[in-house]
């Protein structure tokens, strides 16, 4: 399995900054996935990112306000803009290829903006 | 993506045998059933995989009926860290998909001693 990276692993915010995760493979992976987890709630796809292509976002959820990069194939980065409480989450990036059966998450960022 | 329902909450004793059952009536042919175990403040982590019958790893079983529209996960004999939620999911592999994934409410699991 891959060994993945994804910092900070925890940060108390003001409303109104921006923060970006990041989230570094040990291998080369083909896709990119990043999760949300609400207070007391389940994951929620925010969007795919795969290199050398815009990521692709789910409802709910837009570029302005989640942008993500992904320059190569180990690592790729989440921020969240102009934060607000209501985006106190953990944020989850899950690396995948493939040929895998299973995925993989990261260890989460812990957000909290007050 | 076929949605999945499974009980909110379960609880149980250790050395207990522990089975959580999820519906998924609308499973298409080339989906499989997979559950993941999230501890707090972790990310999920994969246990089982399925796709017919049962299927055994070294911490769980899964049992599968024939129409598929059901799966049973069934630890054997918890223990205090089996606390966790626990999440059904079902959907075609990642070689033939989008790879995403689409989380349920989960399982919430908790062992006492």
């Known amino acids: 399995s891959a060994v993945i990276s994804q910092k900070p692993s925890r940060d108390i915010c003001q409303r109104g900054t921006s923060l970006t995760i990041q989230c570094q493979v040990d291998?080369?992976?083909?896709?990119m996935f990043w999760y949300r987890q609400q207070p007391g709630q389940s994951l929620t796809l925010i969007a795919t990112?795969?290199?050398?292509?815009?990521?692709?976002?789910e409802s709910g959820f837009v570029i302005d306000k989640f942008p993500i990069s992904r320059p190569n194939l180990t690592f790729s980065t989440l921020t969240v803009s102009n934060m607000s409480p209501e985006d106190s989450s953990i944020y989850l990036c899950?690396?995948?290829?493939?040929?895998?059966?299973?995925?993989?998450f990261g260890q989460g960022t812990r957000l909290t903006v007050v | 993506l076929a949605k999945t329902t499974q009980p909110i909450s379960m609880d149980s004793y250790e050395g207990q045998e522990v089975n959580i059952t999820c519906s998924h009536n609308?499973?298409?042919?080339?989906?499989?059933i997979t559950w993941y175990q999230q501890f707090p403040s972790q990310g999920p982590r994969f246990i089982i995989q399925g796709y017919k019958t049962k299927v055994t790893n070294e911490v769980a079983s899964l049992f599968i009926p024939a129409d598929r529209k059901s799966s049973t996960l069934s630890l054997p004999r918890v223990s205090l860290s089996d606390t966790a939620v626990y999440y059904c999911l079902v959907g075609p592999p990642p070689s033939s998909n989008t790879g995403k994934l689409i989380f349920g409410q989960g399982t919430t699991l908790q062992v006492k001693p």
């Open positions: 899950s690396p995948l290829n493939r040929e895998n059966t299973e995925a993989f």
């Open positions: 990112a795969n290199q050398g292509s815009e990521a692709t976002y």
């Open positions: 609308n499973i298409a042919t080339n989906d499989y």
């Open positions: 291998s080369q992976v083909t896709m």
